[in-house]
């Protein structure tokens, strides 16, 4: 079983929709939670991050953890095309304070015009 | 601020060639770099952790004497290919950690950089 784990999709879905990413993860320990935003070609760029259960809003970001439930998500409102790309969720890993996050395998995100 | 650049952007060599690659924290000091290999339509794998002043840490499977990593100060990290071969192959990405992170340990990644072994 991966540490972390996603659809890779793709999810497709209409210009100005919510488009709802999934995350899960194994390590218990885990205390916090990043997604990233990778468009082909290019390194990953930090949309935000998440340590409480509950929710986060960033603008049109909401990020969701569940730590019973071993459970991040990521809702994108009003959807635009620009918003096409890869997204990463990642863990930080309880071992140790290495800082070394664990990244699941990525969810293409399509939004259509 | 935040900002991690890396050089080359991209390269192309020859088998059998040693090829180094540089990650600068431009705006803050990074007590700790990783250093990620991308391989096309995969996610991210962590080959191995650079902490300033000290020997990296390699993920299980990396090899070390191939994949030469110094840290030798608080704003750069050198990743060298040794012997370079076509399955090296890859996205090669460093991020890196602010020595004055929070407990969150955000990391700031680099532009990347594409190697290219013929």
């Known amino acids: 079983q991966k540490e972390v784990e996603q659809n890779s999709g793709p999810l497709s879905v209409p210009e100005g929709a919510i488009a709802s990413l999934n995350c899960t993860y194994s390590?218990?320990?885990?205390?916090?939670f990043f997604w990233y935003r990778q468009y082909s070609g290019k390194s990953p760029e930090l949309i935000m991050f998440?340590?409480?259960?509950g929710d986060k809003e960033d603008g049109r970001f909401t990020a969701q953890l569940n730590k019973a439930s071993q459970y991040v998500s990521l809702l994108i409102r009003d959807s635009q095309p620009s918003d096409s790309a890869t997204y990463l969720c990642?863990?930080?890993?309880?071992?140790?304070?290495?800082?070394?996050?664990?990244f699941g395998q990525g969810t293409t995100l399509q939004v259509k015009p | 601020g935040a900002v991690v650049s890396q050089h080359p952007s991209w390269v192309i060599c020859k088998s059998g060639t040693s090829v180094k690659i540089e990650c600068r924290s431009l705006?803050?000091?990074?007590?700790?770099m990783f250093w990620y290999r991308q391989f096309p339509k995969q996610s991210l794998m962590l080959m191995a952790t650079?902490?300033?002043?000290?020997?990296?840490?390699?993920e299980q499977g990396v090899e070390k004497d191939k994949f030469l990593i110094n840290h030798a100060s608080l704003t750069l990290s050198t990743l060298t290919v040794t012997s370079a071969h076509p399955e090296d192959s890859s996205f090669y990405i460093c991020?890196?950690?602010?020595?004055?992170?929070?407990?969150?340990?955000?990391?700031?990644f680099g532009p990347g950089t594409r190697l290219t072994v013929l």
């Open positions: 991020s890196a950690r602010a020595a004055s992170s929070s407990s969150y340990n955000e990391q700031f």
């Open positions: 390590d218990r320990g885990s205390q916090s």
């Open positions: 998440i340590y409480s259960n």
């Open positions: 990642a863990g930080r890993g309880s071992s140790g304070n290495t800082g070394k996050l664990i």
């Open positions: 705006d803050f000091q990074a007590t700790t």
């Open positions: 650079s902490n300033e002043g000290s020997k990296a840490t390699y």
